[in-house]
């Protein structure tokens, strides 16, 4: 046979739901001499959507991650979906409407029960110069103009507009008064959860056929597959590939040291709610010194702000976990409280938490490179996908399913993610006994399992929080352990629920996750 006939038959599938058991039967699956379409290294957002762009073709896929879904960068994101108006003001109109692009499909397609639209307001204080003011009101507009161009329509993200005095006042009631003369409004996607996002579609990936496999770490990368180790057991395997894609972000270069990039870390602040009373809207403060970068202050529906970001240079050995540093924390904290009237103070950081991005090597500073992504090639046949961004992860894993598909001589159908809704994605919209159901379930269940809500609440378990003022209830961690594929505290704390970003609730939690670990491991 030649290669081509071997491929492009779908694996009968085994359903979404990822688990301990039906881990341990694909691991053994992976490695017991068979040779397999394509071997994807990393399980963040982007390893997750090759995966699934490569079985929603036909391929028969494993994709490994030394760690969990979502363990690096794709969880230290600052929660939007961006739709590119940063790029589009450094004249990077490419990449700007590749962005807008995927936003549109992310927002009414593939994820519309985990990204809402969310207004960005920049107030326009003393400090933000009425040239600057006109400036950034012509970039508001070009991101009006992406916006329409890529058939986005104004039920999905409003268009930008001009803000009055009192408008600016009841979005942002703690905004500084002095001055104020008004504000602008775009608006964006903010996600529900990035790490949600990121489990989403390697359930989604899952259910055509693909071998998600945690804690699964490759030794030694080949064009042909990989020696693997399973760090539950220490048993160690082989992983037979037509084809192999590296998808492992910051750390692409320990895989495929030929692949040069330039990290940088983004370093965010975690606030409550209570600290930023009345806020419905994110608020956008102009750095000193720059033209388009701006601090963003997101409020989110779990009762928490988020404050970003940095963009620092990394040199040296990278870290499986950054740690934001005392000088950031200060540093975002003096700017917020130029655009408040009351700021909060150190004591009032509850979290934080900073991520590696995974910029190509070029000259200038880190926060002037593009966000571009790429896909290169090795000598050795590994095909690697570096650059780029959470919200065009989809675009990424399709480019990156191009490439390793010709270069292999694979058969298999075309890209189907753009049409591919993800697991949950059918929300309570319409009429009938499951829509209003779902209507009578808390808000935040169905805010971070969409359609599949109502399965979440049928297990039995509480849907109440799991402590006092913790966003997590009993009904999570449950399917955590037998749907989403958490293995121990940290998996359900930490990635399937956000509880970790505040180390208070994490300790509150952490006896409700015992539990659940203990009574469902399935």
Not at 2 to 24: E, I, W
Not at 225 to 240: C, H, K, P, S
Request: one cysteine or more; a positive charge.
């Amino acid at each position: 046979m030649t290669r081509a006939a071997t491929s492009g038959a779908a694996r009968p599938g085994r359903g979404s739901a990822l688990n301990a058991t039906r881990r341990a039967t694909e691991l053994v699956e992976a490695t017991d001499g068979r040779v397999v379409d394509l071997l994807v290294v990393g399980l963040g957002i982007t390893g997750a959507g090759v995966a699934l762009d490569a079985a929603a073709r036909g391929l028969d896929v494993v994709a490994v991650d030394a760690h969990d879904l979502a363990f690096g960068t794709s969880r230290w994101s600052s929660k939007l979906a961006h739709g590119g108006l940063r790029y589009l003001a450094r004249g990077q109109v490419g990449v700007a409407a590749e962005s807008a692009v995927e936003r549109r499909i992310l927002m009414t397609t593939t994820a519309p029960h985990l990204v809402q639209p969310v207004p960005m307001v920049l107030p326009l204080l003393p400090e933000v110069s009425r040239l600057q003011g006109s400036v950034a009101r012509l970039g508001f507009r070009g991101g009006d103009l992406l916006r329409l161009g890529t058939r986005t329509s104004g039920q999905v993200l409003p268009p930008a507009r001009h803000l009055t005095r009192p408008e600016v006042l009841q979005l942002l009631p703690g905004v500084r008064r002095a001055g104020l003369r008004g504000g602008l409004a775009t608006w964006e996607g903010r996600l529900e959860d990035d790490a949600r996002l990121v489990v989403a579609v390697a359930r989604t990936a899952a259910t055509h056929g693909a071998r998600v496999l945690t804690r699964c770490r490759v030794v030694t990368l080949r064009g042909d597959g990989a020696d693997v180790r399973d760090e539950l057991t220490g048993r160690t395997g082989v992983v037979r590939a037509r084809a192999v894609v590296n998808a492992t972000g910051v750390w692409a270069g320990q895989l495929a040291p030929d692949v040069a990039l330039r990290p940088s870390r983004g370093t965010h602040l975690v606030l409550r709610g209570r600290d930023l009373p009345g806020l419905s809207a994110a608020l956008t403060v102009p750095m000193p010194g720059e033209r388009n970068r701006y601090l963003l202050v997101v409020p989110h529906a779990g009762g928490l702000v988020y404050v970003g970001l940095t963009d620092e240079p990394v040199d040296g050995p990278l870290p499986d976990v950054p740690t934001p540093t005392e000088n950031e924390i200060a540093f975002l904290l003096d700017l917020l409280g130029t655009a408040l009237e009351h700021p909060p103070d150190r004591r009032a950081v509850v979290g934080a938490f900073a991520g590696l991005r995974p910029l190509l090597d070029a000259r200038g500073r880190t926060a002037d490179l593009s966000r571009r992504h790429a896909v290169l090639e090795s000598p050795s046949g590994v095909v690697t996908v570096v650059g780029g961004k959470l919200t065009t992860y989809r675009r990424m894993a399709q480019d990156a399913v191009d490439v390793a598909v010709r270069r292999a001589g694979l058969s298999c159908g075309p890209c189907r993610t753009s049409r591919l809704p993800l697991v949950g994605a059918a929300g309570p919209e319409g009429s009938g006994p499951a829509s209003e159901e779902l209507r009578k379930l808390p808000q935040r269940l169905v805010d971070r399992h969409g359609s599949e809500a109502l399965a979440v609440a049928r297990q039995g378990e509480s849907t109440r929080p799991v402590a006092p003022g913790v966003d997590c209830t009993a009904a999570d961690l449950a399917w955590g352990v037998t749907h989403e594929g958490a293995l121990d505290v940290d998996d359900l704390l930490d990635r399937r629920t956000r509880v970790g970003l505040v180390a208070a609730d994490r300790a509150a939690a952490v006896p409700a996750a015992e539990h659940a670990l203990a009574a469902l491991r399935v």
